[in-house]
């Protein structure tokens, strides 16, 4: 289905990420498959354990083999499969191409090299240039994402920031190598909601003035609504629902993001009990069969015990995977 | 407001942690600076209301949870619980005390003991406070809690290791209400869980208040679930408390410079809303060795010269709320 039309920048066909553990296999990521357009947000939104880092990781080929696997699928970068290319070749695509900022800045910069240190460093690897050069680089991105006086914070260790000020470090050093394509895992969570919207802004700002495209992952809906073009729902290792931004919110089509949508407290207005989805995330070592979500699913039919519902298409542009939609009922 | 009602009542609250440099910031001669993470708070709860306190990390919020129980003694202020002063209670007068206000904590990964099992966990406080004397009377009081919250009573001999974040809040809760307490304080209690348990946790906490009567000082840094679960609200920066009232009111016209900020910066869950923006200017300002006047002062969009020098005392603005601003 990814037919790699030259403006999608990644296609996920089919991607599955296995992990063989002590206990049994755990399939982590089942059959993912979405494009990104070029210039474009696509939020991967879900609970946590439900896939989305690990779709992310495996994009960067940072799955460890053992214990991971990927059996099926294929990731498309600019129209190459990324699950093709040799170590020296991945090598020069990450940092260069794709570059990934983490949720926790604290643990994904290291605490014994200064800021100007671990940034230059990518820079004179990938970009070959010489230490003063690169040191002036790093200056010019520590402005750009809004470190004050970067003269001064250049030769400051990662412990010297404020949690806000590290996740700009961490977009610094992510944007240094001028990428196309930016991954963001949960890079907000960690932060508080007022520190939260200035790096909000800051990172859709980046991306507009870049052109760059960028996957945000992202357990919040309230960011995939202000920071999103396109949205993928993951519940348990599958996309359950995917389409645009507007349409997701509001005509969501799989029980599942009904189910988010009405569990989330409100800032105007105030009802007295939420609707939240009954039941717990399904045990991912024994998954149910059929559709991971029949048991927690008010709509459960027989059918839903026995298969897994494929994604279709509704509307235009928006896909749900619910056997609710086969019978062209909705 | 009839002192009848007020079920706990705070006055001056204060904590300063005195922070001692190492030796060599000794040798050099510096001096000890002061923490002031809790810096002279007043509020109440009345009988049977969820009272909110809201503000990012930092502020204050869990180390007021601590006062207010006395886990750790205030450097000045009181606390009236029931009209009495809890801060002269003794220490046998302080455990009948601790029988009325409860605690749930965020983290119920750490709050529980993984050794003891869920028979255990919940008779335990029964035990300490002498509410019921043979193990049948024990055994069926927990089943009885465990129903409450939720949770099958085939759980009743499992560890905590053998169940889901959102059913050890659940557990966490439950071990709360072991003692029949009038006051339940939450720090936090829903923000480790996902979307979809967190709204069943808030369900039950407005479940077990309609059932219990119980009155709750709920604190959490997600303003939506502060909307949701509170009555009143108090929004708290860097040790002080900047704005108090009803919470409709409080959400729908914000007075205080810093709660108009922390509102414009929520991302809603629905794109037709404004998108979040920061109305501040520069990141939150230290605890430590602060300068007088307002907090907010260098951030403020509103500031004005008395702002640097006099710290604005809260005062009624009517209809229930209190707002600490110069320039409102």
């Known amino acids: 289905m990814a037919e790699t039309v030259p403006n999608t920048v990644l296609a996920l066909d089919d991607l599955t990420v296995r992990f063989h553990l002590r206990r049994g296999d755990l399939t982590a990521v089942d059959g993912v498959s979405f494009a990104i357009e070029r210039g474009q947000t696509f939020g991967l939104v879900g609970e946590s354990g439900s896939g989305k880092s690990v779709t992310a990781k495996a994009i960067m080929r940072l799955i460890p083999d053992p214990p991971g696997e990927i059996p099926r699928g294929r990731i498309l970068f600019e129209g190459s499969n990324i699950l093709d290319k040799s170590n020296a070749e991945m090598r020069g695509l990450r940092g260069r191409h794709i570059a990934m900022v983490f949720q926790e800045p604290m643990s994904a910069l290291n605490p014994v090299f200064t800021v100007c240190d671990q940034i230059s460093d990518a820079l004179r690897t990938n970009l070959g240039l010489s230490k003063a050069e690169a040191r002036e680089r790093v200056v010019e991105l520590l402005s750009l994402v809004g470190i004050p006086s970067p003269h001064k914070r250049l030769d400051s260790y990662v412990h010297e920031f404020s949690g806000g000020m590290r996740q700009r470090v961490m977009l610094a050093m992510a944007l240094s190598c001028n990428p196309g394509f930016l991954i963001a895992d949960e890079p907000t969570t960690a932060l508080d909601v007022t520190i939260q919207a200035t790096i909000l802004e800051l990172i859709t700002g980046m991306i507009e003035r870049l052109g760059m495209s960028l996957l945000f992952i992202t357990h919040n809906l309230g960011v995939v609504a202000h920071a999103c073009d396109r949205v993928g729902v993951m519940y348990a290792s599958h996309i359950v629902e995917l389409g645009d931004k507007k349409e997701i919110f509001a005509h969501p089509q799989h029980p599942y993001t009904v189910g988010l949508l009405h569990s989330i407290p409100r800032l105007d207005g105030q009802a007295k009990y939420l609707t939240p989805i009954s039941g717990s995330v399904c045990n991912m070592m024994e998954p149910p069969a059929g559709c991971k979500f029949h048991p927690r699913c008010a709509h459960a039919m027989d059918v839903c015990r026995r298969e897994i519902p494929k994604l279709k298409e509704i509307a235009p542009g928006h896909l749900a995977a619910c056997h609710l939609h086969d019978r062209g009922a909705a | ?328």
């Open chain 2, 1 to 328: 407001m009839t002192a009848a009602d007020t079920l706990l009542s705070v006055k001056g609250l204060t904590k300063h942690f005195t922070l001692h440099g190492d030796i060599y910031s000794k040798l050099a001669g510096e001096k000890t600076q002061l923490l002031k993470a809790v810096d002279g708070i007043d509020f109440h709860i009345r009988r049977g209301e969820t009272l909110g306190l809201v503000g990012e990390s930092g502020c204050g919020k869990s180390t007021t949870a601590r006062l207010v129980t006395r886990l750790i003694e205030p450097t000045a202020g009181q606390v009236t619980l029931k009209n009495q002063n809890l801060l002269a209670f003794s220490r046998k007068r302080l455990k009948e005390a601790r029988k009325e206000v409860q605690l749930v904590f965020q983290d119920p990964y750490s709050s529980l003991n993984p050794r003891k099992t869920i028979m255990h966990i919940l008779s335990r406080p029964m035990e300490i406070h002498g509410l019921a004397r043979s193990w049948a009377e024990k055994r069926e009081k927990v089943l009885e809690l465990l129903r409450r919250v939720g949770l099958g009573i085939e759980h009743i001999d499992r560890y905590p290791h053998e169940f889901s974040g959102g059913q050890r809040q659940r557990i966490a809760i439950a071990r709360a209400l072991s003692v029949d307490p009038e006051l339940v304080i939450g720090d936090e209690p829903v923000s480790a869980l996902d979307v979809s348990i967190q709204a069943q946790i808030l369900n039950l906490f407005r479940e077990l208040q309609q059932e219990l009567g119980l009155t709750y000082l709920f604190i959490a840094h997600d303003l939506s679930v502060i909307r949701h679960i509170s009555d009143r609200v108090a929004v708290m920066y860097v040790g002080k408390i900047v704005e108090t009232g009803p919470a409709a009111a409080l959400f729908e016209r914000p007075l205080h410079p810093y709660t108009k900020a922390l509102l414009a910066a929520v991302p809603e869950a629905d794109p037709a809303k404004p998108p979040p923006r920061l109305t501040l200017q520069g990141e939150v300002s230290t605890p430590i060795d602060p300068p007088p006047g307002c907090r907010l002062c260098g951030r403020c969009p509103r500031e004005s010269n008395v702002c640097a020098e006099i710290t604005p005392p809260l005062v009624d603005v009517g209809d229930g709320r209190q707002v600490a601003c110069h320039n409102l």
